[in-house]
């Protein structure tokens, strides 16, 4: 199994190119459903789960070809409808093929996602929003079967903002006849940004990036071009590796406004950041003033990028207190930087975390993608050497996280380390 491994202690300083979007790359390539012609989609981040929708597509029949960072979907062939439950459990993003599925072919089957460790990982809205369209929903042993001869357009409420389940039903809408009104919608920027590719395919949407987007369906949806965004995610994890590790570094093929957020919280930690239209220049040096935060929808401080922040309250000079909204345990970086030397105390949906004067390198294990994150900059300041175990979550959504720190200066490595 590869593991990192981190001698601490090093300033980071440099530019770093930030790559397309994980999560606007997957509703894209689920939207390549909804014609048989082809889609090309570039500025594509080369991460794990961009490979494994891949796969469910052509698992489904499309053919994917891939130059650089583009990559074309060729749909003239999908002749299958399900995303069985081994890819969906991989990555529950697959669930994102259930609209195109439904709106291209009037059927879908697609595996209930199990849990994972942020937390139960419901897609009773999505199913409740595709009857409201005129599906049938049916759970056969953990695989609901949706069916629709026709959908119509339906004013659909969700209880509360869904990201994926906008973007489901955004896609499903452009085959349902007459107006659909998606209300309490999701504003990513990842909405927005599919919202874009679906109307250069040919559909007719308005108010993505609102709470509330219409879209009048019945269009025939046609192959496109399309460079999605770039990832705020990423941004906003190596705005925090410059701050923690007392260096400064450029982020540049990226929309500071899209991590407004998290900037303004680092400068009230004491960060001095310095935007442009594209790009962020970020500096800092521990200790921090302690700051505290509470994930929230966007535009609010987003729950990806919690546990990064988190690691640098760490350092903070004072307790900082880390409230979780969005999931119900995403915590699970906790303990690990506990190992690192840190002192946080998890009290219901809160983290209470005191500042300490130095982390200390230890051995520690990733359990999810951006808890690994936060594992990799408390490594980053650490003294000494840290080792991060089960690295292939920190693979997911980071392309070659080491590589892009390395040019920063930082001492890392990937090794083949013990065990399967
Ligand atoms: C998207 O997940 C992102 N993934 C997540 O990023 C991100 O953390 C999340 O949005 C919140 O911003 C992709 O875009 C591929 P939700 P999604 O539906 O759509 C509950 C990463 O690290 N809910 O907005 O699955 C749900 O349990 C990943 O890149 C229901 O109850 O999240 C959660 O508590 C992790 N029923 C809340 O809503 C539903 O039918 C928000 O979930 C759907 C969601």
Do not use: W
């Not at 300033?11 to 090309?40: D, E, Y």
């Not at 439950?85 to 697609?110: C, T």
């Amino acid at each position: 199994m590869q593991e990192l491994r981190i001698i601490g202690g090093r300033s980071l300083r440099g530019s770093v190119q930030i790559s397309g979007a994980k999560n606007a790359a997957l509703p894209a390539l689920a939207a390549c459903l909804l014609t048989n012609q082809t889609t090309t989609l570039s500025n594509m981040p080369d991460v794990k789960d961009v490979g494994s929708m891949c796969a469910l597509l052509e698992a489904l029949g499309a053919r994917i070809s891939r130059v650089n960072d583009s990559i074309s979907v060729d749909t003239s062939n999908v002749d299958r409808h399900n995303a069985p439950h081994e890819l969906v459990r991989k990555m529950r993003a697959s669930v994102l093929v259930m609209g195109p599925l439904l709106a291209r072919f009037g059927m879908a089957e697609v595996a209930l996602p199990g849990g994972c460790t942020i937390g139960n990982r419901p897609i009773d809205l999505h199913i409740a929003a595709m009857k409201k369209l005129g599906a049938d929903a049916t759970l056969i042993k953990g695989d609901t079967h949706l069916t629709a001869s026709t959908l119509k357009g339906a004013r659909i409420y969700f209880d509360r903002p869904t990201v994926t389940g906008t973007e489901n039903v955004m896609m499903a809408a452009t085959a349902a006849d007459g107006e659909t009104l998606l209300e309490n919608a999701a504003r990513e920027p990842e909405v927005v940004d599919l919202a874009e590719l679906l109307v250069k395919m040919g559909a007719n949407i308005s108010g993505a990036g609102t709470d509330t987007i219409r879209v009048i369906g019945g269009q025939l949806m046609k192959g496109a071009t399309h460079e999605i965004i770039s990832d705020r995610i990423e941004a906003g994890t190596y705005a925090v590796s410059a701050a923690m590790t007392g260096g400064i570094v450029t982020l540049t093929h990226m929309n500071p406004r899209m991590i407004s957020s998290l900037l303004e919280k680092m400068r009230s930690a004491g960060c001095k950041v310095v935007e442009t239209d594209t790009t962020v220049t970020i500096s800092g040096l521990p200790p921090f003033k302690p700051v505290d935060i509470s994930t929230a929808e966007y535009p609010g401080f987003p729950t990806d990028l919690q546990a990064q922040f988190m690691a640098m309250m760490c350092l903070a000079d004072g307790e900082a207190v880390i409230t979780e909204n969005i999931f119900e345990d995403r915590f699970k970086h906790v303990p690990e930087l506990n190992r690192l030397g840190a002192e946080i105390v998890i009290r219901g949906r809160s983290a209470f975390v005191r500042g300490v004067k130095n982390l200390l390198g230890a051995i520690v294990t990733a359990s999810d993608l951006r808890a690994s994150a936060s594992l990799v900059l408390a490594g980053l300041a650490a003294q000494d050497e840290t080792r991060i175990l089960r690295i292939y979550h920190l693979d997911r959504g980071y392309y070659r996280m080491e590589k892009k720190l390395s040019a920063l200066g930082a001492d890392i490595g990937r090794i083949d380390g013990e065990g399967p």
